[in-house]
């Protein structure tokens, strides 16, 4: 647990888990408390390009992210160019 005082957002790693025989992990109290990930919660599992592993996105933030792409004109209008910065 972080001691008072101090800013868990800067804070990057949470311990180590282990790979159950069923696949399962459990996800470190600390880390769900500071991204307010709850029983029930959807995640978006994305694995890395680099084979280096996976990333966990809480789905109502990949919600609203694909509601902004959505009204983001200029973003289509670069993806129909090919532009590369039109990456998300």
């Known amino acids: 647990m972080m001691s008072k005082g101090t800013c868990s957002k800067m804070r990057i790693v ?3 888990v282990t790979v159950s025989d069923k696949g ?5 109290v600390d880390l ?11 995640l978006m599992v994305l ?3 680099d084979d ?4 966990l ?3 109502d933030m990949m ?3 694909m509601h902004n792409i959505q009204g983001d004109d ?4 670069k993806v129909k160019r090919g532009d590369k910065s039109a990456q998300v």
């Open 74 to 77: 200029e973003f289509f209008r």
């Open 63 to 65: 919600d609203e992210l």
């Open 52 to 55: 280096a592993g996976f990333t």
């Open 32 to 42: 769900r408390k500071d991204l307010d990930i709850r029983q029930g919660d959807k």
């Open 24 to 28: 399962q992990i459990a996800i470190p």
């Open 47 to 49: 694995k890395r390009k």
């Open 57 to 59: 996105l809480k789905l």
């Open 14 to 16: 949470y311990g180590v």
